[in-house]
């Protein structure tokens, strides 16, 4: 039976499943482009709004102003108060997602065939007509506010938080899209309508649907539903070096196990060497259980439950980052054995063994995403964002599997850089 | 603004429940292990899941935490796979695996492509009987599900105050013990332990076979009998009569105090019966409470202390009624800065008792069993959530007609089922309130 394993181990060439994803790119009367996937076998809607530059473009002093701005949208539009926008929706049964990151903000919508119309009038008050009453503003800030309080106390935070401010400066991704408690304090009414106006604007739209519905009846749908929004946008943030010196910081915090963030610069996703990069990651700490770091610090040593690496192509600086938890007494072994294991990879590369294990897993993983209405609409929101084609999906793989092991150690050498991987460390750590 | 909400009303009336287990099959192996298959032809990808009837609470005293341990140890070797080569294969074949243990069951799943279903059946199959493991594994392993314990447990405040109002709330019953275990036991855990386990509890005919995705039944069930059911069933399984609780006779209360507490809050549980097998009514009547207490924002508890008093920056009540034994019902209040937690818990008891005093909102209840009846759409979307679904309930003693039912169980319950669930269960008597605070807050000195 060993024997059998081993034998099923070495055939697998070619791995089966293709993604197979019929995407139509639609263009309403009015000038909107989509990305469609019709999916008349559940009777409902998946649909993905991507605004590019999202918490980026808070105005200066204003930090905080876009993610408030975001958690008001469904906090009452039109003539609905909040709990009468809520009552529409809960009635309906649709589902209303609104969320900011540091690079888009975006709106996840899912609703029934049924009441397709209702819903997207109930979409469009949030999106078009937000009321921001003074009544919810101080609310919702007051649930900011809390969430903020909470993060200063959690360890992850905090070492986000350190590792971005050292890392970026004065530019937005060097402080948290929440805002401090005396910014988003701060925040007034007429900031949040400038937020509003400044973000979710036509010319940083990005949108893709999946399910029970047709090209014809996209179209209009998102002329009616986005036609009046406006035409451009606050200013977008300018590219920004990323400052990493190598060093290992401690921010104390009485804790029992410490976290340890860790990075150095990133790829960008459109360089060359990315399907390299993205590769070599996955051998290094990307693939589970089968990454080198999980094999030497967890399965080896036991000094953790998880240690992850991954690659962050955000749109004005790209960083390639990791984290570890262990406890205070054992997190600088984790550390040490991390940073050994950085380097040996930047000197000697991967074999062709452990590159062939990344292909067949990153190659036989992907079709696996394309699993729901829900996910392959965020896919393409995603793909359109970062300006892929609409056949990319037929052609990933390709690009996966072309990557040599000259390439792969070429990229290893002039990417990995040992004398820049930089710690933070949030805890009591013994030895760091 | 009327006609809109008329609109709306006469939609939800016109709604008729669509149901999600037309693509559900389901048998029995000669050895006892039953076999779901939930069918989705979108992909050609399927989840291949292992639940076992035995989690946390089927443990033995001194040993908290070591049906977690094993389910690690699953990972290690059989007598024909090396330590870390199941992981391997399955990744090599480009798939995902992983596994989780609750207080009623354990499972182990891979996702791949739809064409290595077989060598992954035959995988789990291997390790239900041939596990073997050596003292190395124990102490490494060992040390991974104390870290783990460190990072759910010793670096959350929130964590370590529920493990201390399970203790408090389950006196008898091993709910009251933490699944990842309590670090003092976890420590001594040994190889002997984990084997213990192992033979006692992982056999066909205490397993359920869960495979959702790009399959069919014909084909599941010969590879089931092929890999799985050629497996002897253990002769000796035991009913799973656990240790029950003491009745409650008074209330019980804690306050746990932590400096790296940032946001306070009173949280309070109240034992409460589970979905039994065939008796589903109270458990779904109790669903909608909490639904209408604290599922959202226009939940009672929501409207009363966030937008009326203005004394709350969260609310919520949650009911899990998919449990082996007595369950509980939970409210947490968080409050606005400057509000003190006895004020915060005094505002909770007056809301509650006003709910349970006043009429309850139909149009409300409505709106309640429509989203439920939308969610039997939306679970469609997603057969991992339907393969869980049906995992958990099979590890909790109910059966598939009990899943199926339980979307009808829920549209038939009326406003005076939900009165009776609440009077059943806001009994402070069988409650445990808790406040989490920091000794710095003005909370401390209360």
């Known amino acids: 039976m060993r024997y059998l394993l081993i034998a099923a181990l070495t055939v697998i060439l070619t791995l089966p499943a293709r993604a197979e994803v019929k995407i139509q790119e639609v263009t309403s009367p009015g000038g909107i482009t989509a990305w469609l996937v019709e999916e008349p076998s559940i009777p409902f809607v998946a649909l993905e709004l991507r605004f590019q530059g999202g918490a980026s473009l808070d105005a200066p002093g204003k930090r905080g102003a876009t993610n408030l701005m975001i958690g008001l949208l469904e906090e009452g539009a039109g003539e609905l108060d909040s709990q009468g926008f809520a009552r529409a929706t809960e009635a309906l049964a649709a589902r209303f997602g609104y969320d900011v990151g540091d690079d888009n903000a975006s709106i996840s919508a899912r609703f029934l065939t049924e009441n397709r119309d209702e819903a997207l009038e109930l979409l469009r008050l949030s999106i078009i007509e937000p009321r921001f009453e003074e009544v919810a503003v101080n609310r919702v800030r007051q649930q900011v506010l809390a969430g903020i309080r909470s993060s200063q106390n959690d360890p992850n935070d905090i070492a986000s938080r350190a590792f971005d401010a050292a890392t970026f400066g004065d530019h937005p991704y060097g402080s948290a899209l929440q805002g401090t408690i005396d910014s988003v304090g701060a925040l007034t009414r007429d900031d949040i309508v400038a937020a509003h106006k400044g973000v979710l604007t036509r010319d940083r739209l990005y949108v893709a649907a999946v399910g029970d519905i047709t090209a014809a009846e996209l179209g209009p749908m998102l002329d009616e539903l986005l036609a009046n929004l406006p035409e451009t946008g606050a200013a977008l943030p300018d590219k920004v070096a990323p400052m990493l010196d190598g060093s290992t910081s401690v921010v104390e915090f009485d804790t029992p196990q410490s976290v340890a963030l860790f990075g150095q610069v990133g790829m960008e996703r459109d360089d060359d060497d990315f399907f390299a990069a993205y590769l070599l990651n996955t051998i290094l700490g990307g693939g589970g259980f089968e990454s080198r770091l999980m094999e030497e610090v967890r399965v080896k040593r036991g000094l953790t439950y998880g240690v992850y690496s991954y690659l962050v192509p955000k749109d004005w600086a790209a960083l390639y980052l990791g984290s570890v938890s262990s406890a205070n007494d054992r997190i600088a072994e984790a550390v040490d054995v991390i940073r050994a294991e950085w380097s040996r990879m930047a000197a000697e590369g991967v074999t062709q063994e452990e590159l062939d294990e990344a292909k067949a897993l990153l190659t036989g993983a992907y079709p696996l995403r394309f699993d729901g209405n829900g996910s392959i609409a965020q896919i393409m929101a995603g793909m359109q964002m970062q300006g892929l084609p609409i056949d990319y999906i037929a052609t990933r793989n390709d690009k996966v599997n072309a990557v040599s092991l000259e390439d792969i150690n070429r990229v290893a050498s002039e990417f990995l850089n040992p004398d820049e991987l930089t710690f933070v460390v949030v805890g009591k750590p013994d030895g760091v | ?446």
Do not use: C
């Not at chain 2, 008329?6 to 037309?22: C, D, I, K, N, Y």
């Not at chain 2, 990808?45 to 049906?67: H, K």
């Not at chain 2, 409460?272 to 458990?283: H, I, K, L, V």
């Open chain 2, 1 to 446: 603004m009327l006609r809109f909400l008329t609109l709306m009303l006469g939609l939800t009336l016109a709604t008729s429940p669509v149901h999600a287990f037309e693509q559900v099959t389901d048998f029995q192996l000669d050895n006892g292990m039953q076999v779901v298959v939930i069918e989705d032809h979108r992909a050609p990808v399927v989840m291949n899941m292992v639940w076992y009837r035995a989690g946390s609470a089927d443990e033995q005293p001194g040993v908290s935490g070591v049906a977690h341990f094993l389910e690690h140890l699953l990972f290690k070797g059989t007598d024909t796979l090396e330590s870390g080569e199941f992981s391997a294969t399955v990744a090599a074949n480009g798939g995902r695996d992983n596994a989780f243990t609750s207080y009623d069951y354990t499972a182990y799943f891979q996702r791949v492509a739809a064409d290595r279903l077989e060598l992954m059946m035959k995988m789990e199959a291997d390790r239900m009987v041939n596990l073997r493991l050596d003292e190395a594994d124990i102490l490494t392993e060992r040390d991974v599900i104390i870290e783990e314990r460190n990072q759910r447990t010793e670096n959350s405040p929130g964590a370590l105050m529920r493990e201390q109002m399970d203790g408090v709330q389950y006196l008898n019953h091993r709910y009251g013990v933490p699944i990842i275990g309590w670090r003092h036991e976890m420590e001594q855990l040994s190889l002997q332990d984990a084997l213990d386990y192992y033979t006692t509890y992982y056999a066909p005919n205490n397993a359920v076979l869960v495979v959702a995705g790009d399959v069919y039944p014909d084909d599941v069930r010969a590879l089931a009998e092929t890999y799985f059911g050629v497996l002897p069933p253990n002769p000796d399984l035991e009913p799973r009569d656990r240790p029950q609780e003491p009745p409650q006779t008074t209330p019980r209360r804690l306050v746990f105090e932590d400096a790296r507490v940032a946001q306070p809050y009173v949280t309070r549980s109240y034992l409460a019966p589970e979905r039994n097998p065939g008796d589903q009514s109270t458990a779904a009547a109790l669903t909608i409470l909490a639904e209408l207490l604290g599922g959202g924002t226009t939940s009672f508890l929501n409207e009363r202390l966030q937008f009326d008093q203005k004394l709350a920056v969260y609310t919520g009540a949650f009911y899990r009624g998919t449990s082996l034994d007595t369950t509980s019902f939970n409210v947490t209040v968080v409050p606005i800065q400057g509000v003190s937690l006895q004020e915060a818990e005094d505002a909770m008891d007056q809301a509650l008792a006003d709910f349970m005093a006043s009429e309850i909102d139909e149009a409300h209840v409505e709106r309640i069993k429509m989203q439920l009846r939308a969610s039997q759409i939306y679970a469609r979307d997603s057969v991992e959530s339907l393969a869980n679904r049906y995992g958990r309930a099979l590890t909790t003693s109910l059966t598939i007609a009990d899943v199926q039912e339980w979307p009808d169980v829920l549209q038939a319950v009326t406003i005076e089922d939900i009165r009776a669930a609440g009077e059943l269960v806001f009994n402070e008597r069988q409650s445990v309130t808790g406040w989490l605070t920091s000794p710095t807050s003005e909370e401390g000195s209360q």
